[in-house]
């Protein structure tokens, strides 16, 4: 039972809890709203072995923006379907999960985003091959969404063979003094125009290292004679239904120095960092369907695709 989630905390005047689905839509995101999320994203990860919300809903969750919302259907208390929604200048992303037999309460929350104000959304559809899945991305074409991205979940086992920087190029760990301005320009030039990657402020940068899950021996930075030429930021979770994983959370080459194997050895020395370093049993990383240059390299390292994650965006 979902104890935490009462009427008198999630506030909702005109609805009543009871047999029948009811939608509410909380004033505030408060430990409430977080705990059926965190039910739902449970109950939906059992039954197809992924979680239905991305990265972007639980960083969001920690700290809330004040335009930041919920809406959240619920049987005696038990969520069954949700959209969460996050603003960031008049942008919102949706994150949209629900049991099978259940549609996300979309009309409901579309109506709330248009008495806020937007120019446009983009919502995503994890696992998009599973059944809801589907339904979930059909009721968003019928509301005016259309397909935006198709980014796939690529998985390797560990160990994988470690390939050879190029000669004279150093692998180290992160050093804030030494690497981030260099970290910024790197990143920045080789994802331009990338709806996440591209355009980091050292803000935002500053920001991400401060999740708990950081380490700056998990980001491996290259040098050339002291230039920097790329890095491999590692992370590690532990996902619902899945054995320890570790995964390539960003990956990049200096464009001056693209074509010199430094990519792949990188990326390799990432996962020999996350076995020997953190036992991962299973390498990951995210990759754009159309990026084609990236998913042959991906391959020749012994990359698999387990998933197909889509984005639709629809504008006001």
């Given at each position: 039972?979902?104890?935490?989630?009462?009427?008198?905390?999630?506030?909702?005047?005109?609805?009543?809890?009871?047999?029948?689905?009811?939608?509410?839509?909380?004033?505030?995101?408060?430990?409430?709203?977080?705990?059926?999320?965190?039910?739902?994203?449970?109950?939906?990860?059992?039954?197809?072995?992924?979680?239905?919300?991305?990265?972007?809903?639980?960083?969001?969750?920690?700290?809330?923006?004040?335009?930041?919302?919920?809406?959240?259907?619920?049987?005696?208390?038990?969520?069954?379907?949700?959209?969460?929604?996050?603003?960031?200048?008049?942008?919102?992303?949706?994150?949209?999960?629900?049991?099978?037999?259940?549609?996300?309460?979309?009309?409901?929350?579309?109506?709330?985003?248009?008495?806020?104000?937007?120019?446009?959304m983009t919502?995503?559809?994890?696992?998009?091959?599973?059944?809801?899945?589907?339904?979930?991305?059909?009721?968003?074409?019928?509301n005016g969404?259309?397909?935006?991205?198709?980014?796939?979940?690529?998985?390797?086992?560990?160990?994988?063979?470690?390939?050879?920087?190029?000669?004279?190029?150093?692998?180290?760990?992160?050093?804030?003094?030494?690497?981030?301005?260099?970290?910024?320009?790197?990143?920045?030039?080789?994802?331009?125009?990338?709806?996440?990657?591209?355009?980091?402020?050292?803000?935002?940068?500053?920001?991400?290292?401060?999740?708990?899950?950081?380490?700056?021996?998990?980001?491996?930075?290259?040098?050339?004679?002291?230039?920097?030429?790329?890095?491999?930021?590692?992370?590690?979770?532990?996902?619902?239904?899945?054995?320890?994983?570790?995964?390539?959370?960003?990956?990049?080459?200096?464009?001056?120095?693209?074509?010199?194997?430094?990519?792949?050895?990188?990326?390799?020395?990432?996962?020999?960092?996350?076995?020997?370093?953190?036992?991962?049993?299973?390498?990951?990383?995210?990759?754009?369907?159309?990026?084609?240059?990236?998913?042959?390299t991906y391959?020749?390292?012994?990359?698999?695709?387990?998933?197909?994650?889509?984005?639709?965006?629809?504008?006001?």
């Amino acid at each position: 039972m979902l104890d935490s989630v009462r009427l008198g905390e999630v506030p909702c005047p005109h609805a009543t809890l009871g047999p029948v689905p009811t939608t509410l839509l909380p004033d505030t995101v408060d430990s409430g709203v977080r705990d059926a999320l965190m039910q739902l994203d449970a109950a939906v990860a059992a039954a197809t072995h992924w979680a239905p919300f991305g990265e972007g809903v639980w960083r969001d969750l920690v700290s809330p923006g004040s335009a930041s919302f919920a809406a959240l259907t619920l049987e005696q208390n038990m969520p069954l379907a949700a959209v969460y929604a996050s603003e960031t200048n008049s942008h919102w992303s949706l994150g949209l999960a629900a049991v099978a037999g259940h549609l996300p309460p979309l009309a409901e929350a579309l109506g709330k985003i248009a008495g806020l104000g937007a120019d446009q959304m983009t919502a995503w559809v994890l696992n998009s091959a599973e059944a809801t899945s589907r339904e979930i991305s059909q009721l968003l074409v019928t509301n005016g969404f259309v397909e935006a991205r198709r980014l796939l979940r690529l998985e390797v086992a560990l160990p994988v063979e470690a390939l050879s920087l190029p000669s004279g190029v150093t692998l180290s760990a992160f050093d804030e003094e030494r690497d981030a301005k260099s970290w910024i320009e790197t990143n920045n030039r080789s994802f331009l125009g990338h709806p996440e990657q591209g355009d980091w402020s050292i803000e935002k940068f500053t920001e991400r290292r401060s999740e708990a899950w950081f380490r700056n021996e998990d980001l491996l930075v290259a040098h050339l004679d002291g230039g920097f030429v790329g890095f491999c930021w590692t992370k590690t979770s532990i996902e619902t239904a899945r054995p320890p994983i570790g995964e390539i959370y960003v990956i990049a080459v200096a464009p001056d120095f693209s074509g010199r194997g430094i990519g792949s050895a990188l990326c390799s020395q990432g996962l020999a960092h996350l076995e020997k370093k953190h036992r991962s049993e299973i390498g990951m990383l995210y990759v754009d369907a159309s990026n084609d240059a990236a998913l042959k390299t991906y391959g020749k390292l012994g990359f698999n695709q387990v998933r197909e994650d889509q984005s639709w965006t629809r504008s006001l």
